[in-house]
């Protein structure tokens, strides 16, 4: 069972307590009854009770019912926005060029790292940082300055050794070309007559053994020795004759072309060395600035070791990283507005030429490196622009139509930008429509965007960060429309 509270406990007791006095009194007392006249009189009146009670619970329902309307009214007029009063302006379309201004660097358009090419010490360095090294005609030749200067005692003492060696070789020549003198023919012609008188001789005391040993007189020995001294005698005769030939016929043509083989070659060795020596000298590869000193005096290079570094700044580079959507529209030749901060105002615009594209985009941020070129400008023979100089460069695209929208008319501020629409009503005052949009480029007061924007609508450009969608809007002036 649920207990009761105390409360409720006494009053029930006390109601109980009520019933018994009030039962007791009726045992007590006896009650009379009352009149017929009595009873009617009651009824009457417990009749009217009730009629009086209805018609104040029906009033009290209508007067609730009356003070419950004009509330309700107001909160329904209260959620209902008041027309905001606003200025509009036509959406147009026409034709626009894309420009964008991007941040670019100088550049120069050459820069050398100069190295030794060939080893040695340094004896003279001829440039510190800064310095400006020229070109120079010399021999018909374009020249660079010097700007290093290694040992050249060894190279020289090889040149000298090798102008001797070539020396020798062409006096080897020249004496082929001479042939055989006359003396040497004619001692070649005196040993080809003594060889054959030696032949002869030995032939005919040859014949006269051989008569001598049929006779039986000599011995074997002695005819083989006439037999061996005739053969002998008559090779010194053939080797005589050629001799004299050979002499009278002078050097054969092919030992001739090796003597020339070999004066060439030494010609050549010559020709290598002289270079050598002059790498010793070591010049600026073109006209332009000093920008680093990587040696000094007493230094042993190596072949290929850095000197300097040496940047041409005229003509100049402006490098600028230009987006996919644009990169497609530009070409090279094309002009270029160029801004430089470091110059004074008045004095630093100027205009370049688009001289190449790079075909390979940056993978992260999908851009492409412009090369913008101009001639550098100069002041009492410095030039203005230096390497890593900041600059800023508006790049046009090629135009296309769109649609223009006062900038105005943009609200700023969310993920997007927003303008607000004007769309009319029959015979009502037009509500505001919230569309989003995409900018694009700007045309003076207009500016493209892209979105459900079409031609010939109208865009709140006053009021309109204060409008909400669904609101009605009274315009009171419209602006001129965009041409």
Known sequence: MTNRPESSRRDSSGLNNCRLDYRKGLAAEPVSQ?????????????????????????????????????????????????????????????????KVTLIGTVTAIRRSTVGS????????????????????????QQRGDIIAQLDTETVSIEIAAAQAELTRLQHELAELNAGSRPEEIAQAKAHAEAAKDSSEYAESRFLRTQNLDKANV???EQLDAAKSAAFAARQELIAANAAHAMAAAGPRQEVVAQSIAKVEHQKQE???????????????????????KLTEVGQWLT????????????PIDVVVHVPESLVTQIRTGDKVRLEFDALPDGANFFEGTIHGIVASADQQARTFPVRIRLNNPSDKGDFLLRDGMHARATVSGSPHSAILVPKDALILGGPKPVVMVAQPQNDQLPVA????????????????????????????VDGNERVRPGQLLNVVADEADPS
Request: proline letters at 5%; hydrophobic letters at 40%.
């Open 218 to 220: 000599i011995s074997v």
């Open 34 to 98: 009352p009149s017929a006249g009595i009873a009617r009189f009651q009824r009457t009146m417990t009749s009217t009770r009730l009629i009086v009670l209805c018609v104040s619970a029906c009033s009290v329902c209508v007067i609730g019912c009356d003070s419950a309307t004009p509330d309700a009214s107001l909160r329904k007029a209260a959620s209902v926005p008041a027309p905001v009063t606003v200025r509009t302006a036509l959406v147009g379309q026409s034709s626009v060029t894309p």
């Open 270 to 292: 010559i020709v290598r060395l002289q270079t050598q020596l002059r790498h010793h000298t070591i010049r600026t590869p073109f006209a332009g600035d000093v920008v680093k």
């Open 117 to 140: 090419p060939v080893d040695g010490r340094v004896t003279q360095i001829n440039i510190n940082e800064g310095d400006h090294v020229g070109m120079h005609v010399d021999g018909g």
């Open 433 to 460: 429509v919230r569309i989003e949009v995409e900018v694009g480029a700007s045309n003076e007061d207009m500016i493209e965007v892209t979105g459900n924007l079409q031609s010939g609508q109208r865009v709140v």
């Open 303 to 314: 072949r290929g070791a850095p000197l300097a570094e040496i940047i041409d700044v005229d």
